[in-house]
């Protein structure tokens, strides 16, 4: 019992960092109806930033997260006004070709910059609670909390302030919410940046998480959150937010008892919601 | 482009790469032998993609299909080349229908999310199952047999032997590539890419010809990855990871989508400036970011494209 | 009276709240030609999207000669026999319109899965294509792309493209919108020629009440997804209630008002 709980504890809190970077894909699937493949490398560079940030400005963690989402947002806002708006009108394919471009990028400047190999952080989180008489890390529980924070946060912004009444609008009817007078391409870098803030944000709180920096922990968690957001239906949050509990309690799961494959299971159930509903659990009917 | 010029271009093609192992040039056999690998690969790929529309990110697992295939094939049962690629193909053609069965219902971005699920799922199968793949350290020691033919034994140890061997292989890809894009068949998946829902009312069963499509260019991928395993002798996880996924998508785009030359273009293209840049940098991938960055800009009709359009504009100043 | 060539039993669609499709019980005799007029809104192009597949059945069944193909997928449809033009311009953009007719031809005579040998040797199907182009007018068009086509040449090759599927039953929706009255003069003369012919029992939905009187015997009016009326174009002339719901549309300046007919 004690070990269920742990590891139904232990898959919250690493759900919540692919919740952080698939809530940022989904709004910007949800706004700008693209699918961004570099968002992965938003995590990454989050995480990254916060590092050195923190070594910068001197062992202020918090401080570090506060900055450093904030330079990768500004990242993305580049990236959006720059190159992403010029290929809204293309077919998918060059869509999405040109966000895996940026990956190649990113990926690699990163191991231009800070190396390739990983980079250990210096410990600061040791404090842990008993659960069931077991230790278990406090830093992971405060990271189950902010998850739903974030959700919560999400939610109010989007359907309770003007603004996100103007985001909405914008996201179902483009010409129409400019005929009102909405400036939409500007209305679009930044729900982009935003997005690009949370999945940094995600990173930059992934440090003392995972303990490791490495140039690869881009690529990892783009899949979980592809399949994430896939499942919860591209462009609905809620869905997101869902799965993404789902995804992180099974592959807690699958680590545990089925190490060659845990990620078999997500996959699995990809396929299958997949089948049942074609365009995820609560995604948009075609 | 005159019909006498059409049909001469791929002689002459055909006679320069015979032509390549005469040089003398170990490197460059070796990275033409590369080439029409990849050249394999992009061609059957583009018969999903450039033809039919659908994109997929994980056709890398095919690959590693005909690879691991082909490599286990040789180790366990016979090293015969031929009789290894028949393995390899038909290993990724058998994946590819399981996949494509469940690919094929979903459409545009989710059909491109599960091919890319699926294509790590396999890295990460090939990964952990280290008795039967080696896992990370690969499957090594793979020989080249000798080739059995009509009573003959021919041997392919030398680099210039086995050129000859994946030439014609690779010519009879190529050539069975370009009779699907010219066959009614062909038309139709045009049809298909154009306007999927049009196609089906005009009677064409949409999902069972991209099944069908699918399985082909995976057989192509398998065939290619059969080959790189007897030019290396080894097979590698990383074959089905995303990344080398992505090479076939962005050789074809580099070539042009439309037209069977470009995926070749593509390939030669391709591995010539991995070869330059790697010279220079060891961020190759970092510099190939910045090319794509660049031909989705400036040449999205890749060169094969862009050099059609300059001649149709010349050749019909009037238009 | 001759078997219907379809026919529906209590077929039902709701589109979220609103009734698009209420208990229709509707035949359609082979060799017929009829129209289905009604305002914005009234169900017809739900209807065709039903009988043709577009949309799934909720209830009800549609019989198509003596088949039940309320459950068949589009395709199976067609290669049934029944198909359907659009009414927004619904072809494959980047294809010439030799083949664009050559597609739903090369699979109305079963020749998709030839996939080794070159379609320029498929001689039955492209005379068969290059028929379908002459009888919308466009044999001179037959290398343009359908993109770079004028806006009245696309909307003749999509009938043309549904055409080209040989149909025994044939939904054309609104297929004059958008063209100028030479084309809509050549478009119906083709219907009208290929009606008489009796192998296509046409069934169009219009707007134009010019074309809907002289082209068809029959005309069924449709309103909130029910049949207000189903009869000879005289009898749905003067039908009182075709001519209320009609009140306040312009439709109504093409029909012979009744003394005290307007407020």
């Not at chain 1, 590092?51 to 918090?62: M, N, T, Y």
């Not at chain 1, 992180?248 to 299958?272: K, N």
């Not at chain 3, 090759?157 to 004059?176: H, N, Q, S, Y």
Request: glycine share 10%; with cysteine; hydrophobic share 55%.
């Amino acid at each position: 019992m004690q070990s269920l709980v742990h590891v139904v504890l232990a898959g919250l809190s690493s759900g919540m960092f692919i919740w952080l970077v698939a809530s940022g894909l989904t709004l910007i699937f949800g706004v700008l109806g693209v699918l961004n493949f570099a968002h992965g490398s938003f995590y990454m560079l989050g995480a990254y930033v916060c590092f050195s940030v923190a070594r910068l400005l001197g062992p202020h963690f918090w401080l570090a997260v506060l900055v450093g989402p904030l330079v990768v947002a500004a990242i993305g806002y580049a990236m959006e006004h720059r190159f992403l708006r010029r290929v809204y009108q293309l077919a998918l394919p060059y869509q999405l070709l040109l966000t895996f471009a940026f990956v190649l990028i990113f990926d690699n400047l990163v191991k231009l910059i800070w190396g390739a190999g990983s980079i250990s952080p210096p410990p600061g989180f040791s404090g842990s609670i008993l659960v069931l008489g077991r230790k278990f890390p406090l830093y992971s529980l405060f990271i189950i909390a902010v998850g739903p924070l974030v959700a919560l946060g999400l939610w109010t912004l989007l359907d309770l302030t003007w603004v996100g009444r103007t985001v909405r609008a914008a996201a179902s009817d483009r010409e129409m919410a400019s005929a009102l007078g909405v400036r939409v391409p500007a209305l679009f870098s930044r729900v982009f940046a935003f997005g690009a803030w949370l999945g940094a944000l995600g990173g930059a709180l992934a440090v003392p998480y995972v303990g490791l920096l490495t140039p690869g922990m881009g690529e990892s968690i783009i899949i979980e959150a592809f399949m994430v957001a896939v499942i919860g239906g591209l462009g609905s949050l809620k869905g997101a937010f869902l799965a993404a509990l789902v995804i992180g309690i099974l592959s807690a799961f699958g680590t545990r008892y089925f190490p060659a494959f845990d990620m078999a299971l997500a996959f699995v159930l990809m396929a299958a919601v997949l089948l049942w509903r074609p365009r995820g659990l609560f995604g948009a009917a075609a | 482009m005159t019909r006498a010029l059409r049909l001469a271009a791929p002689l002459l093609v055909l006679a320069a790469l015979c032509a390549v192992p005469l040089a003398g040039e170990r490197f460059l056999t070796y990275l033409a032998i590369r080439v029409m690998i990849l050249g394999v690969f992009a061609s059957g790929y583009n018969l999903l993609l450039g033809q039919t529309g659908l994109l997929s990110f994980g056709h890398g697992a095919f690959y590693a299909a005909g690879a691991y295939g082909l490599g286990l094939f040789s180790l366990h049962v016979s090293a015969h080349p031929l009789l290894g690629l028949a393995v390899a193909v038909a290993a990724a053609a058998l994946l590819a229908l399981f996949v494509g069965f469940l690919c094929v219902r979903s459409s545009e971005v989710y059909f491109s999310m599960l091919t890319l699920a699926f294509g790590m799922l396999a890295f990460a199968v090939i990964w952990n199952a280290r008795e039967v793949t080696g896992g990370d350290d690969g499957l090594v020691g793979v020989v080249r047999g000798k080739l059995s033919l009509l009573g003959l034994a021919l041997p392919l140890g030398k680099e210039s032997q086995l050129y000859y061997f994946v030439l014609a292989l690779f010519a009879l890809a190529v050539w069975v590539a370009h009779r699907i894009r010219s066959s009614p068949f062909g038309l139709v998946l045009a049809g298909m890419r154009e306007n999927a829902v049009r196609a089906a009312f005009a009677g064409v069963p949409v999902r069972r010809y991209r099944l069908a499509v699918f399985v082909v260019s995976a057989a192509f991928a398998g065939l290619a990855g059969g080959l790189e395993v007897l030019l290396e002798g080894s097979a590698r996880p990383f074959m089905s990871h995303w990344t080398h996924s992505a090479e076939p998508i962005l050789v074809s785009l580099l070539g042009g989508l439309g037209s069977l030359a470009g995926p070749l273009a593509g390939s030669l293209l391709f591995v010539a400036l991995r070869e330059i840049v790697q010279r220079f940098t060891e961020h190759w991938m970092l510099a190939f970011g910045v090319i794509l960055l660049l031909i989705i800009g400036l040449a999205r009709e890749g060169v094969v494209g862009t050099l059609e359009q300059l001649l149709a504009r010349r050749g019909a100043p009037e238009a | 009276m001759s078997e219907p060539i379809l026919s529906t039993h209590r077929l039902t669609n709701w589109f979220g709240k609103v009734c698009t499709a209420e208990d229709l019980d509707l035949a359609f005799r082979p060799g017929e030609l009829t129209s289905i007029i009604g305002p914005n809104g009234a169900g017809k192009s739900t209807l065709i999207n039903l009988l043709t597949g577009h949309l799934p059945v909720q209830s009800g069944r549609i019989v198509f000669r003596g088949v039940e193909v309320t459950r068949l997928p589009i395709h199976a449809r067609v290669r049934l026999g029944i198909c359907r033009s659009f009414q927004v311009v619904n072809v494959f953009p980047q294809l010439s319109a030799l083949d664009n007719v050559l597609i739903p031809a090369l699979a109305a005579a079963g020749r998709t899965r030839r996939f080794l040998a070159p379609v320029s040797r498929e001689r039955a199907a492209r005379a068969e294509a290059e028929a379908v182009l002459a009888s919308v007018g466009l044999s001179e068009r037959r290398d343009t792309r359908a993109a770079a086509l004028s806006h009245g040449d696309r909307h003749l090759l999509e009938v043309g493209v549904a055409l080209a599927a040989r149909p025994a039953l044939l939904f054309l929706d609104e297929p004059t919108a958008g063209m100028n009255p030479v084309e809509r003069a050549r478009l119906l003369e083709s219907v009208r020629g290929l009606a008489r012919e009796g192998r296509t029992t046409f069934v169009v939905v219009e707007h134009d009440m010019d074309v809907v009187f002289s082209l068809s015997a029959r005309v069924v009016v449709l309103n909130r997804g029910e049949v207000l009326c189903d009869g000879t174009p005289d009898v749905v002339r003067n039908d009182r209630k075709v001519r209320e719901v009609y009140l306040g549309d312009e439709v109504i300046d093409l029909m012979p008002v009744a003394e005290g007919a307007r407020p």
